[in-house]
């Protein structure tokens, strides 16, 4: 082996470590170090003058090893891998001593920071001593994308990718695309009509050439890794032929079987086939078998007898589809959070106590009431509180804030004062109107005469103390500004429900190896800077499965993402992680421990030679087999034993 | 002078390796005392690195992954579990006091906990004093 | 305009002396809403809340007093306040360090309680005197269960029949049960939560002391605040010893087969959820059982049943202090038990013996509805 010849360079970074770190000592120290050709110091390492100093070094000096003290590795140890790479370094020869984020900035004591400093750097040293020249491999990408929700984020990624002449697998679990944004009447701050803006996007999806749309379908396994994903799909039986069938219809107008329906959240009712509602896309009714006469008694066929194509297909079964993909991007959305469990609102115990979605459904034109705003009874309510904050912004439910409801709760006000004469209370904690034009828009309400009370609303009741409050729904509670308790008796309650992670986002967090952030959205790689990738290479997420948010920000976010895989597909490789493990088959007794412990399936038994095998375009190096061998069989590269044992050495000095 | 233990971290470099960035990024204050050595997951960690660093002269050794369930591997951590509960029934025989060794998780947004984690293990290690076992008992151990 | 100066002495007082939590708060006014005062009359618990955490309490105030550490806010609180560690912090403030008035019921009970260890003034040497026909013994090391009745049932006569209907019980199923000797005190839950740190402090070290030198290991319990303190507070301080409130205790002997209840009683019962039974402690379902295993009883409900029950205003120190006509929960409650048509309010704690009885009286309504203990209802259907 060439002698080892180590070059240390330790960064200021401008006042953030030398303040606290002795710089100048921790470089002399350095060069007591074995096999340290040179040490040096520098205000800003990342800087251009910091890494030509490193590139003159490596040319001047024959450096084969480098070790730069500064910030953390997540940070900056790319660019210096690529600094000695372009001086003709393998770039894993290399090694970052992190005495920022780990010591000058957690003490304020100068001597131990000095001191730990000098232990980073010996450590870094030790270890980078053993370092092996890594190669760099890299696998073509699959330029097909795979999608999995159908709802505004899910959309527009889709046409983004797909308008680029990209192919893209939409999967949506429900009968159709669209999400909780078709629900809608209107839209806040600007109040444009819902389906006016969505539907056109949606029929373009239906009938982009490069866009395979699977509705009724869920994703069921993944594996493999960044630019070649295999996907399992399920295409759950519609019992109609998708070829067949043209859309007219006459099928749910004749089918005489009823269900409440799902798109209505239950204010009204659908047939046993249904498409969920009239500009359905696809427009292809699908048979729920819980309801229908014939999966339930074996009589009826109605519909069959009145579909002229034959598109009635009661054998038709589950089908399982297998897709290759690039890249992943989830666009999974959320619950409407149920807010039976806070009792004191009374939510399926009164009549008129609506949550939000609900009362989208009231308000929307071909919705259940056709978009008159009314009691149960049909009556025009008088008056109506909104209640904020249902499950948000409470420790008991959610901790967190769901950005939306204080601007639907103000869309709602508008609504019923455009539509009806009644009174509107708006019961808030605070009003948050962060988004461009909300302010306005709260400010325009304010104009048309809402009544804002501050204080959050201990309980709806309907046991009435006075004449006034006969027949009424009383809300009571605290009006903070007036410090008095108040009761305002009201015909309608609509509760600002939260906006939640999807009751199974554990499971497709699974499905996807990606995490999920304590709130149970699933987690970005980087709350500012990175906020659309995962810690899964390939993986995106984009819309409100990340966090509560509204439209215009699920459409960036959507847009951000289809951009990354774009920027992945346009490059057309990956680099595989090169700090893999490999087993050596001499030592190797084949005791297969290692085969069913590795997280990737990477390790594979070969019967005729007796050993195990690593396959390393699988391999995502995490050691955990290596740690497991009992023969130490298997070696980590770049965190072998020897390595591992000299970093030790290194920061015990 | 107060004894200052010498205590080794085996971070993995998903979470726990993050949030001890973020401790720093934010500037909380912790005791110094502990050393990180990056691992690419807490399932890394043989049982070998720490008796090997309680021979090279450390006074305790810390062990942080990702919370249980949210490893980056899936499920490297609950093997590491598994280890570590292994080892630590092992230590008093290798004359090593069970409070020295601790495994426990930090999730990359969790500077806080780092803190107190690292603040508490470096008391606890204080208060037992150096760590002093010569090689020749621990071959009897 | 009033310049506000934050008094951030007697803030500091408050964060000192636990009030920590307060800091959460965001002012949304839930607490004041649910907060049973309101019924009755305005107590903006929000605002003592915002007043806290400037520092500007009027220590001189009845505010300070008017708790009564139902839970009921605290249990939905959005962001976990613990308002009622607040409530006491502020008393612990006035008792000990003399900045306000405690109100002179209140600073009587504690006299009495720090001197002959009840809050009644009753002499010490009298305390098991309820048991004198009963043939109870006294608990000896190797005796299964202590029996500790609380100071009420042990020295007020009308409330006495809930330690003997206990004692009646056991003796009844041959329960290996005991008293511990009169140098027992009380269990200082009530005078911790009106701010008497000190005396709880050596109530409690007195009893753990005794306990654990007689080897106690399970305790029954008939009073659910002497069951919080034992089961929640005394722990800390070093008494660790099983806890159980009766009506576990009689529920499970009813499980198993032991205690079985022949005897009708053809009442419409109401069952009235005591606070630090219920919200403090998680106990709604062993009363309710043992209820519907008395036959010919009919169990009805109130209007606020459960996490929602309504208190009956003893608790925090509130059983000493006077509470004008008008004011009383335990009024409301009767009323509303009244309205259902309920022949029995049902309770399980002493406090609430006291205080739906005295409103019964004064309500002229004995001959209407009456309130029993459910051990004393357990004693009758035996
Ligand atoms: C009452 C209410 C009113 C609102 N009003 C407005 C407004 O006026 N203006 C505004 O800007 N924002 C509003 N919002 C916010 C808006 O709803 C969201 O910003 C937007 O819908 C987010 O879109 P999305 O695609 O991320 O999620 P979603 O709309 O939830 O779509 C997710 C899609 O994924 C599908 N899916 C879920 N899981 C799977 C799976 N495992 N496999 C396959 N498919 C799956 C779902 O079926 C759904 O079609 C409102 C929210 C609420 C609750
Ligand atoms: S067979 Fe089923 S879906 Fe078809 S018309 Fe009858 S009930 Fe409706
Ligand atoms: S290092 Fe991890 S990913 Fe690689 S083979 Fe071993 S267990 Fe599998
Ligand atoms: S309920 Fe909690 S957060 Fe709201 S005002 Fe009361 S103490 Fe503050
Ligand atoms: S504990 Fe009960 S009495 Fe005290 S403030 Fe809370 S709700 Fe009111
Ligand atoms: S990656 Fe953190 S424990 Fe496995």
Known sequence: MEEVKIGIYVCHCGLNIADIVDVEEVTKYATTLPAVVVSRNYKFMCSDPGQNMIKEDIKELGLNRVVVASCSPLMHEPTFRRTIQEAGVNPYLFEMANIREHCSWITEDHKAATEKAKALVSAAVRRVYYHQPLEIKEVPVNPNTLIIGGGIAGIQAALEIADSEHKVYLVERDPSIGGHMIQFDKTFPTLDCSACILTPKMTSVGMHPYIELMTYSEVEEISGFVGSFKARIRKKARYVDEDKCNGCGVCVTKCPWKANSEFDLGLSERKAIYTPFAQAVPNIPVIDTEHCAYFLKEKCRACEKFCELGAIDFEQVDQIVEVEVGNIIVTTGYDSFDPTPITQYGYGKFDNVYTGLEFERICNAVGPTSGKIVLKDGSEPKSVAILHCVGSRDENYHEYCSRVCCMYALKYSHLIKERTDAEVYQMYIDMRCFGKGYEEFYKRLSEEGVNFIRGKVAEVTDRAINEDEQGKLIVCGEDTLLCKTIRVPVDMVILATALEPRSDAAEVAKLLTITQSADGFFLERHPKLDPVATMTDGVFIAGCCQGPKDIPDAVAQASAAATRVLALISKGRVELEAATAVIDEEKCSGCRICNLLCPYSAISFIEDEKVSRINEALCKGCGTCVAACPSAAITHRQFTMEEITAEIEGVLV | ?141 | MEVLSPYKEATDVILEAGGEPLKLCYQCGLCTGICPWNLVRSFLVRRIMHEAQLGAIDFGGEDVWTCVTCRACVQRCPRGVEIINVMRAMRRAVASLGIGVVPDALRISAKNIAGVGNPLGEEAEKRNDWAKDLKVKNFASGTEILYFPCCVPSYDPDVKTVARSTATIFNKLKIDYGLIGTEAKCCGEAIRKAGYEDTFQSLAQNNINLFTSNGVKTVVVSSPHCYHTFKNEYPELGGKFEVIHITQYLASLIEQGKLKLSKEINKKVIYSDPCYLGRHNDVYDEPREILQSIPGLELIEFPDARENGLCCGGGGGRIWMDTPKGERFSDIRVEQAVEKGADIIAVACPYCVLNYRDSVLSMGKAETIQVKDISELVAEAI
């Not at chain 2, 919370?67 to 090593?96: F, V, W």
Request: aromatic residues 8%.
């Open chain 2, 1 to 141: 002078m107060s004894f200052e233990p010498k205590i080794v971290g085996f971070l993995c470099n998903w979470c726990s390796y993050r949030g001890a960035d973020l401790a720093g990024t934010a500037r909380m204050k912790c005791a110094p005392n502990v050393r990180i050595i990056r691992v690419m997951c807490s399932g890394r960690v043989e049982p070998a690195f720490i008796v090997k660093a309680f021979q090279l002269g450390a006074d305790g050794v810390l062990v942080l992954g990702c919370h249980p369930g949210d490893c980056h591997y899936a499920e490297g951590n609950y093997k590491t579990i598994r280890r570590m509960s292994l080892l630590q029934k092992m230590l008093p025989q290798l004359g090593i006091e069970t409070d020295r060794v601790r495994l426990d998780w930090v999730s990359a947004s969790e500077g806080d906990r780092f803190v107190s984690i690292v603040d508490d293990m470096t008391e606890k290690v204080r208060a037992l004093g150096p760590f002093t076992k010569n090689s020749d008992e621990e071959k009897h151990g």
